[in-house]
């Protein structure tokens, strides 16, 4: 998510660092931020020390803020713009795409709710027996639990 937090050349930022310990015996650090001022770091650290303290299960946070001044330089390959591809890119479906992939993404683009199961007889309807195989047998590991989706990404993957 981009954000204007007014970063001029030599400002310093903020984060907070949390540490929470949970009442079953984990515990997680989190970084928060960047922020353009301290206040609103020690406002997430207190935020997590408040917000664990009202559990009932031994739960609490601590935290600390820290700062630093970021030094920026020119990334050398320029980003495409849009609506370019690169030469290795072709659409939403991988690098190369093959054709059964290309007949998946697009019924996926013009249909609505596709399951592993639909894909699977899509492929076979057109010729394509192997990967029609392939997601049948992942909708089966699965225990029937597989969109239209995690299919095209089964297929994308070599």
């Known amino acids: 998510m981009a954000r204007d937090i ?3 050349p030599g400002a310093e930022l903020f984060r907070a660092v949390t540490t929470k310990h949970y009442g079953d015996g984990t515990v997680e650090t ?3 931020g960047p922020y353009d001022k301290p206040g609103t770091a020690r406002g997430r650290v207190g935020f997590w020390r408040s917000h664990l303290a009202k559990r009932e299960d031994g739960s609490k946070a601590e935290g ?3 700062s630093c001044r970021p030094v ?3 990334v050398t390959d320029p980003a495409p713009q849009a609506g370019q591809r690169t030469s290795q890119e072709s659409d939403e479906t991988g690098p190369i795409a093959s054709p059964a992939t290309r007949l998946v993404a697009e019924a996926l683009r013009t249909r609505r709710g596709m399951h ?3 894909v699977a007889d899509l492929l076979a309807e057109h010729g394509h027996a192997e990967e029609a195989d392939r997601v049948r047998t992942e909708v089966r590991a699965r225990h029937g ?3 239209g ?3 095209l990404e089964l297929l994308s993957t070599p």
């Open 6 to 8: 007014g970063v001029t």
């Open 72 to 74: 920026w330089s020119r």
């Open 149 to 151: 989706k995690q299919a």
């Open 145 to 147: 639990h597989l969109s």
């Open 116 to 118: 592993g199961r639909h």
């Open 30 to 32: 989190v970084y928060e």
């Open 64 to 66: 600390y803020i820290e």
